[in-house]
């Protein structure tokens, strides 16, 4: 049985507790919270720690599911019972592996994960990189948390900061995209939750062609654009307004300020 403890019991770290419990994982799970209300919230069959202490002694694998500005504030008290036994898993942006090892004074094996939204609905995608001291078991293990709310990929350490706009911030970036399409629809007349649904049908579509088709990008695109035609004629106005050059600067703009903030 694996045992695994939650410092921080808010959407994220409620949505990891319930995909571990959703898919009957062989695990004891328990979780802290200093908000009453999160503590008394938590997913069916998740175990109410009183404290930091009592969490991380009754856990193999401790995860960090705080807001990065609290980190400095809670790290002291994690200090004081994680040994070189556990396992410390931060799902938070911009903390490091460094930062974790010098706060806690110890050779800690840690895991560094860049989640995102949708693992709330079972269809997550998430990062993961591996740290020094952490042994391939333990990554494993971890990993295989994580593919309870979808799917898992691996990715080095000296690139988790790159990767925050490829799947964790990139949710934002696909609604806003939606967003455009749902409200040119409305704007001549068509019922916006009927534009919604089909728009984001295509969206499933498209994602599955381009996982599972064995096309290149370049030629799914060709597979849409007939000589002369519609799509033809839409994707130039996307060329002429560089969505290439834009979306780039975008993600470059998301890994600066995770630099920024990085420690």
Known sequence: ?????????????????GGIMRKGMDAYVSAYDSDPAKAAALPAGV???????ELISSSKYVFLAIKPQVFDAVMPDIAKSVTEDHVVVSIAAGITEDYIIKSLGIDAHVVIV????PFLLGEGATA????R????????QVKAIFETGGIAEVVPMDKMKEIIAINGSSPAFIYLYGKAFVDYAADNGIDKDTALRLFA??????AKMMTDSGKSLDELIKMVSSPGGTTLAGLDGLYEGKLEDTVKDCCERCT??????SR
């Open 114 to 117: 860049m989640p995102n939204t």
């Open 47 to 53: 175990h109410a720690a009183g404290s930091i202490d």
């Open 128 to 131: 993961l990189a591996k740290g």
């Open 256 to 261: 600066k300020r995770a630099y920024e903030l």
């Open 1 to 17: 049985m694996v045992k695994v403890g939650f410092i921080g019991a808010g959407n994220m770290g409620g949505a990891i507790m």
């Open 201 to 206: 049908k295509s969206l499933i579509g498209s």
């Open 133 to 140: 001291y952490t042994t391939d078991e333990e990554f494993m």
